[in-house]
């Protein structure tokens, strides 16, 4: 049996700029704790190999610095011999230094369609996969699949690694099931034990396709390990830890695997109204509805209602940080002009 260690969608870098303009508590940190605390049981050798799927970074323009530093939690497995492989995501396919990365023994980048053959767990592994597909997926994914997948028969276990959008995956009030850059079920290659990808940030496991046929290989969405947007809120958050038997005439079977939940920041949106508030009575309705969340809650008050003269001073970001612990994220959105968003 052997234990490999998934997660996914770190996206570090998220909220951490270089030369913050205020005071207010920045959720950068909490990625990189959160990736941290994911990676622990790999960096105590609990589990024979780590699969990060991908979107390491918040985004794809992003200084040197921070690539290095996203890089570190990972190389803190890999420098103690456990293999670390990387499937490059939307946001890294060209941020990430290639050549620096292929230097190191135990940490291994699909840059290109190939396999990656290791040894994990007293076994041969197969890991197959590419950088994110975008334009196209859809049509593109069978054959690549098959041109990364040469060189990968008769491993006793065989691992499809992605950074894409499969049928049937969902997310808050949604269920993928067609579009350019949506993967068939169908398509999935046989002969794997498990599809291990990254890109949905809600965890889940797909068996069947949306007709209800089995899918070839099960497919695992560790999500992302903080929340991202409002709309992961009720999401838990975490990675996976999943148990593979080989076998080299199927590709190995997938055996067992557990979401392992991580202590993500508690999400809350909170409404209030401001109709007919002059500017007191807002502050004190905003107090109100602050007091009792918990002190570490990224909060996002939805504001409704008109603003009265003066009312608008109240959710400015340096009035409304005087309103809650400064442990607490907190940012504005008007049910009247829902892009105004300002943070605090
Ligand atoms: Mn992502």
Same mark, same amino acid.
């Given at each position: 049996?052997?234990?490999?260690?998934?997660?996914?969608?770190?996206?570090?870098?998220?909220?951490?700029?270089? *030369?913050?303009?205020?005071?207010?508590? +920045? +959720?950068?940190?909490?990625?990189?704790?959160?990736?941290?605390?994911?990676?622990? #049981?790999?960096?105590? @050798?609990?589990?024979?190999?780590?699969?990060?799927?991908?979107?390491?970074?918040? *985004?794809?323009?992003?200084?040197?610095?921070?690539?290095?530093?996203?890089?570190?939690? &990972?190389?803190?497995?890999?420098?103690?011999?456990?293999?670390?492989?990387?499937?490059?995501?939307?946001?890294?396919?060209?941020?990430?230094?290639? #050549?620096?990365?292929?230097?190191?023994?135990?940490?291994?980048? =699909?840059?290109?369609?190939?396999?990656?053959?290791?040894?994990?767990?007293?076994?041969?592994?197969? %890991?197959?996969? =590419?950088?994110?597909? +975008?334009?196209?997926?859809?049509?593109?994914?069978?054959? &690549?699949?098959?041109? $990364?997948?040469?060189?990968?028969?008769? $491993?006793?276990?065989?691992?499809?690694? &992605?950074?894409?959008?499969?049928?049937?995956?969902?997310?808050?009030?949604?269920? =993928? *099931?067609?579009?350019?850059?949506?993967?068939?079920?169908?398509?999935?290659?046989?002969?794997?034990?498990?599809?291990?990808?990254?890109?949905?940030?809600?965890?889940?496991?797909?068996?069947?396709? &949306?007709?209800?046929?089995?899918?070839?290989?099960?497919?695992?969405?560790?999500?992302?390990?903080?929340?991202?947007?409002?709309?992961?809120?009720?999401?838990?958050?975490? =990675?996976?830890?999943?148990?593979?038997?080989?076998? #080299?005439?199927? @590709?190995?079977?997938?055996?067992?695997?557990?979401?392992?939940?991580?202590?993500?920041? !508690?999400?809350?949106?909170?409404?209030?109204?401001?109709?007919?508030?002059?500017? $007191?009575?807002?502050?004190?309705? /905003?107090?109100?509805?602050? $007091? !009792? /969340?918990?002190?570490?809650?990224?909060?996002?008050?939805?504001?409704?209602?008109? %603003?009265?003269?003066?009312?608008?001073?109240?959710?400015?970001?340096?009035?409304?940080? *005087?309103?809650?612990?400064?442990?607490?994220?907190?940012?504005?959105?008007?049910?009247?002009?829902?892009?105004?968003?300002?943070?605090?």
């Amino acid at each position: 049996m052997i234990r490999v260690l998934l997660l996914a969608d770190t996206h570090l870098g998220f909220d951490l700029p270089a *030369r913050p303009r205020s005071e207010r508590r +920045r +959720r950068g940190p909490d990625f990189f704790a959160m990736t941290r605390l994911a990676l622990a #049981p790999a960096r105590r @050798g609990e589990v024979d190999l780590v699969v990060h799927g991908g979107d390491l970074l918040f *985004r794809s323009k992003v200084p040197a610095s921070l690539v290095q530093a996203a890089l570190e939690p &990972l190389l803190e497995a890999a420098d103690r011999g456990v293999p670390v492989v990387l499937v490059p995501g939307n946001h890294e396919r060209s941020a990430l230094p290639y #050549p620096l990365l292929a230097s190191h023994e135990h940490l291994h980048v =699909f840059d290109r369609a190939r396999t990656i053959a290791l040894e994990a767990g007293g076994s041969r592994v197969a %890991l197959v996969g =590419f950088p994110c597909l +975008r334009e196209g997926a859809q049509d593109r994914f069978a054959a &690549l699949a098959a041109a $990364a997948a040469r060189g990968s028969e008769g $491993a006793p276990v065989r691992l499809l690694c &992605l950074h894409q959008t499969i049928e049937g995956a969902a997310v808050e009030g949604h269920v =993928f *099931r067609g579009g350019d850059d949506v993967i068939r079920g169908r398509d999935l290659p046989e002969g794997f034990a498990a599809v291990l990808c990254g890109h949905i940030h809600r965890a889940q496991v797909l068996t069947r396709d &949306l007709t209800g046929r089995p899918l070839a290989a099960p497919v695992l969405y560790p999500g992302s390990v903080e929340r991202t947007s409002f709309a992961e809120r009720h999401e838990a958050k975490g =990675f996976m830890v999943l148990e593979l038997e080989p076998d #080299p005439a199927t @590709g190995g079977r997938l055996a067992g695997w557990e979401l392992r939940e991580l202590p993500a920041r !508690p999400m809350v949106a909170v409404e209030v109204d401001a109709s007919g508030c002059g500017p $007191a009575a807002l502050e004190e309705r /905003l107090r109100e509805a602050l $007091a !009792p /969340l918990p002190s570490d809650a990224v909060v996002q008050l939805r504001v409704t209602g008109e %603003l009265a003269g003066g009312a608008a001073e109240a959710i400015r970001a340096a009035s409304l940080r *005087r309103l809650h612990l400064p442990t607490m994220s907190v940012s504005v959105r008007l049910a009247s002009a829902p892009h105004g968003a300002r943070g605090s």
